[in-house]
């Protein structure tokens, strides 16, 4: 392998998180969202294996598994967010979801 | 090696373009799934079978069925595509999508700038990564179980649909 390939791997990390933050940025629905910032966490996850991996070390992995732990965490959360925001205001637009009483 | 590396990577980059333009959002969990196995070869390839498995299990296998089923309790019909249709419009993604590619660019930029030494090419296999998970990183493995928990306990009280309590005399009589 040569070093062509942290180089790429990182910008493959950084191309894919870009994607990302402009799908939470462009997109209205709720759901949407949510999966945008799970594309976002992967890359971050992808960043940490290409580190790993230049250095040969395991850190990168233990830090990937981490990463996935809290994907894991935050995404049930956010589903019953959702749940209860579709329950309450029968839609899944994040403008609807402009006020604190609900 | 590097020609699947390429491969794997425009398959990735394309279907999470995908996955960010669709109207479906079944449509767009598909490509998501194709998306991660995508990602879980570029892991291989960088030497950690590992974080593939996982990968594989743990975001295509749990995070989108869990995203499926939620879908299917939330019963959306065939309205919420031409909604999504109607949200989607051009004069509101180019102004980020500008902004972020140009973000990127200076990204693009430093990263290639920059001197990096090459990857070794040495596979790092399960056995390095538990040793360190539990030897030097115990206290975050234990973190992480309290997250979990968190994140139970947290579903749990959200998900829970609350009856409507209304007094009896402000309800409106029947006629």
């Given at each position: 392998?040569?070093?062509?390939?942290?180089?790429?791997?990182?910008?493959?990390?950084?191309?894919?998180?870009?994607?990302?933050?402009?799908?939470?940025l462009?997109?209205?629905?709720?759901?949407f969202?949510?999966?945008?910032?799970?594309?976002?966490?992967?890359?971050a996850?992808l960043?940490?294996?290409?580190?790993?991996?230049?250095?040969a070390?395991?850190?990168?992995?233990?830090?990937?598994?981490?990463?996935?732990?809290?994907?894991?965490?935050?995404?049930?959360?956010?589903?019953?967010?959702?749940?209860?925001?579709?329950?309450?205001?029968?839609?899944?637009?994040?403008?609807?979801?402009?006020?604190?009483?609900? | 090696?590097?020609?699947?590396f390429?491969?794997?990577?425009?398959?990735?980059?394309?279907?999470?373009?995908?996955?960010?333009?669709?109207?479906?959002?079944?449509?767009?969990?598909l490509?998501?799934?194709?998306?991660?196995?995508?990602?879980?070869?570029?892991?291989?390839?960088m030497?950690?079978p590992?974080?593939?498995a996982l990968?594989v299990?743990?975001?295509?296998?749990?995070?989108?069925?869990?995203?499926?089923?939620?879908?299917?309790?939330?019963?959306?019909?065939?309205?919420?595509?031409?909604?999504?249709?109607?949200?989607?419009?051009?004069?509101?993604?180019?102004?980020?999508?500008?902004?972020?590619?140009?973000?990127?660019?200076?990204?693009?930029?430093?990263?290639?700038?920059?001197?990096?030494?090459?990857?070794?090419?040495?596979?790092?296999?399960?056995?390095?990564?538990?040793?360190?998970?539990?030897?030097?990183?115990?206290?975050?493995?234990?973190?992480?179980?309290?997250?979990?928990?968190?994140?139970?306990?947290?579903?749990?009280?959200l998900?829970?649909?609350k009856?409507?309590?209304?007094?009896?005399?402000?309800?409106?009589?029947e006629?």
């Open positions: 392998m040569s070093e062509l390939q942290a180089t790429s791997g990182l910008l493959l990390a950084g191309t894919l998180f870009m994607l990302g933050l402009i799908g939470v462009i997109r209205r629905n709720i759901i969202m949510l999966v945008s910032v799970e594309i976002m966490l992967n890359a996850g960043a940490f294996i290409v580190a790993g991996s230049k250095w070390q395991p850190d990168g992995q233990v830090m990937f598994i981490f990463i996935l732990t809290m994907a894991a965490a935050e995404v049930s959360v956010g589903l019953a967010l959702i749940l209860q925001i579709h329950h309450q205001l029968k839609t899944l637009d994040s403008d609807a979801a402009n006020t604190m009483k609900g | 090696m590097q020609v699947t390429y491969i794997a990577a425009g398959v990735a980059i394309l279907s999470t373009i995908m996955v960010i333009t669709r109207f479906n959002i079944i449509h767009a969990l490509y998501l799934v194709v998306s991660f196995m995508a990602l879980a070869v570029v892991f291989y390839i030497g950690a590992f974080a593939a990968e299990i743990v975001y295509a296998g749990a995070i989108v069925v869990l995203i499926i089923f939620v879908i299917m309790m939330l019963n959306l019909k065939s309205e919420a595509v031409a909604q999504e249709k109607k949200w989607l419009t051009p004069e509101v993604y180019v102004g980020p999508a500008i902004l972020c590619i140009i973000l990127l660019a200076e990204l693009i930029y430093t990263i290639g700038v920059g001197n990096t030494v090459g990857i070794t090419g040495q596979i790092v296999d399960v056995k390095e990564v538990g040793q360190s998970l539990y030897g030097e990183y115990i206290l975050g493995v234990e973190l992480s179980g309290m997250l979990l928990m968190s994140g139970i306990v947290g579903a749990y009280h998900g829970r649909q009856k409507k309590v209304v007094h009896r005399f402000l309800e409106k009589p006629e």
